[in-house]
């Protein structure tokens, strides 16, 4: 087991800490699996090289990319998506579909993205906690950031 002090507790490493980020390169990770439910990490940038996303960029991704994902053609097997803390992407939580399907998915959905003219759905005091925290140009720029990088699909480990 892969133990850390943290401060004057020693912890386990939880696994996405055991990730070597400094090789991390931007691309679409299978993170874990829980019978059939996997979880996909979606990295956006390379983790402390590139500039992160905006935070307002990333709400934004959040907002059309929930949208568009729980309408399309396999909205049955999408648990969950939603931006990683560090701001270098997003977590996708998936039933039932393999890294091939979870490809062509992304690269539809961060395409539709990038070209999305607006409104953003659920930019409304109704809809959303922070409604006017979105920046649709910089996310339409991360966006089409990502599609123009190679993608890496293995993780090395510490
Ligand atoms: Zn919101």
């Given amino acids: 087991m892969n133990n850390t002090l ?4 020693i912890m386990e490493r939880i696994k996405s800490f055991c990730v070597d980020h400094r090789v991390l390169k931007q691309g679409i990770y299978l993170s874990r699996v829980d019978d059939d439910i996997t979880t996909f990490d979606i ?3 390379t983790p402390n090289v ?3 996303l905006e935070p307002k960029a990333a709400h934004a991704i959040e907002h059309i990319g929930a949208t568009l994902l729980r309408n399309g053609q396999y909205k049955d097997h999408i648990i969950y998506f939603g931006p990683m803390g560090c701001m270098t992407g997003f977590y996708l939580i ?6 091939d399907k979870i490809n062509e998915i992304v690269t539809d959905l961060f395409t539709q993205v990038a070209k ?6 659920g930019a409304v005091p109704e809809e959303c906690g922070n409604y006017t925290y979105m920046d649709l140009e910089k996310a339409k720029k ?6 123009d990088a190679p993608w890496e699909h293995e993780y090395t480990y510490l």
């Fill in 6 to 9: 943290y401060g004057e507790t």
């Fill in 43 to 45: 990295r956006m940038t």
């Fill in 50 to 52: 590139d500039k992160a």
């Fill in 94 to 99: 998936s039933k039932d579909l393999d890294l």
């Fill in 116 to 121: 999305w003219t607006g409104p953003i759905p």
């Fill in 142 to 147: 991360s966006a089409q950031f990502f599609l």
